[in-house]
């Protein structure tokens, strides 16, 4: 399959050979001395000089260090819906996304301890232009989206990744996890990009595309954190375009905003995963013809399902009561809770740049915001 050399992770004969060239770095010694702080280096180097494959990595060494991630960065992991999902089935989870790293490997920690099987994920080439961390990357089981190519390689890029995309699904039995939109949701308003739906669809095979839709397994995916260890980093961006200015990004910027994702504080987590989309593509089908309104409904379907079952947490409803001048859900946080809160606020932002405060509140209230849509919001 070399067609997809240039965006595949690593196939389980390159495993050691990399491992190999990484055992040494000094980013792979802090990794392991993070993860088992009471090893010595001799040991876990031994250990990974003797891993042949991406399984063998992941639970070895990279669910080890999520799982101290957890201990060390949040007050822990709460999921829902997992039961619901088939082992030995492949799944397409299409999720919000908030974190670059920890989004999808926390998904494949969850998809681990339930017996199910784990995600081939998608990331941004520009998040691994450091030669560490694309190994890394391809050690993990992600492969590459390709960002800023000219239209017509753009087009190229979309097919080989829709196509590759599927064959792991299809003919790999490798679950997949994609974002629902290109980058992570800064505002709080988790959207789903009919973009992307289209670029999955090109691997249609089927006379319907809702036929594809429906073989593939979709599969939303809901993650919320308490406290976004990167809000602050999102802020010059959004200041950025509520003023109409193009934003450029600084030269280590990527790489700054993936460690403070892992190493920032997230207090609680949570991840649901809905059901399978099988009866809202039957019915999208049914009310549809026309292929654009067909994928505007299923991009609907998606966000209904994410807005629906992402968890609420204090944090957001301190904001929305901040942003709005009200009391309206002071019964769902502590006057404590909020007394942080505004600290944080006033620690990572500029409190008297009105502007900016209300871009940073409005990050968190966003998701009441997007709840109210589909319900009453009960108050204890």
Known sequence: MSKFDKIRPYYDTEVNHALKELVNHPMMKAMMNFAYPNLDDAIWKEQLLRTYSIRDFQINFAYQAIKKILEKTSDGLTTSGFEKLEPNTAYYFISNHRDI????????????????????????????????????????????????????????????????????????????????????????NDATHQGVLKMIAMANDEKDVMDFFKKIKLVPVSISYEYDPTDALKMPQLMAEANDEIYIKEKNEDFITLLSGIIGQKKRIHIHVGDVLEQEIDQIKAENDNNNKQIQALAQAIDDSILQSYKLWPTNFIAYDLLHNTTTYSSMYTEKEKQLFERRLELRINADDTKQKESFLAMYANPVINKLKYQEIETN
């Open 101 to 188: 790293i920890l989004d999808t490997s926390l998904l494949n920690v969850c998809l681990f301890d339930h017996d199910l099987i784990m995600t081939a994920s998608a990331i941004g080439d520009n998040l691994v232009k450091k030669d560490f961390l694309l190994k890394l990357s391809k050690l993990n089981r992600n492969f590459l989206v390709q960002r800023g190519l000219p239209p017509r390689e753009l087009l190229q890029s979309s097919k080989l990744l829709s196509e590759y995309m599927y064959h792991l699904v299809s003919r790999e039995n490798r679950s997949v996890w994609i974002a629902q939109r290109e980058g992570r949701t800064k505002d709080g």
